[in-house]
């Protein structure tokens, strides 16, 4: 069991998993924020305390969810479009959690993928052709 919380202290919540699969998202939003998230599966995710504290950023189809404390702003989980199923965690919310040994952390490079103003324009491409 792994214990994790927002900046301010609002948004508890732990994980009962290794951690695997740390990783970057290279979409317009992701990229942005810069995090190394890990995959939990859904049900070794528990939100402890905090659930109004908690708002949720949505763009693009408005699948994914990323939550975020309305205090301080940290992004502490998402609810992923390509896995239900799953959730990604900020590592650097996790208790106690030593960034330092993280080195080359795999990109997930299919992100911009995802993007319907990218599908747009490839639409676009494939018209013109």
Not at 61 to 75: E, Q, R, S, W
Not at 88 to 116: A, P, R, Y
């Amino acid at each position: 069991m792994i214990k994790g919380q927002c900046h301010c202290g609002k948004v508890k919540f732990s994980i009962n998993c290794e951690l695997k699969e740390l990783r970057r998202c290279n979409c317009s939003h992701c990229r942005r924020k810069g995090y190394v998230m890990t995959t939990v599966n859904k049900d070794e995710f528990h939100l402890e305390s905090g659930e109004d504290y908690l708002s949720i950023y949505q763009w693009n189809t408005k699948i994914a969810k990323h939550f975020f404390c309305k205090i301080c702003g940290i992004n502490t989980h998402n609810k992923r479009r390509t896995n239900p199923n799953a959730f990604g965690v900020n590592v650097g919310c996790l208790d106690g959690f030593d960034m330092s040994w993280i080195q080359n952390v795999s990109d997930f490079t299919n992100g911009q993928e995802f993007t319907l103003e990218n599908q747009k324009q490839d639409e676009a491409s494939l018209q013109k052709k």
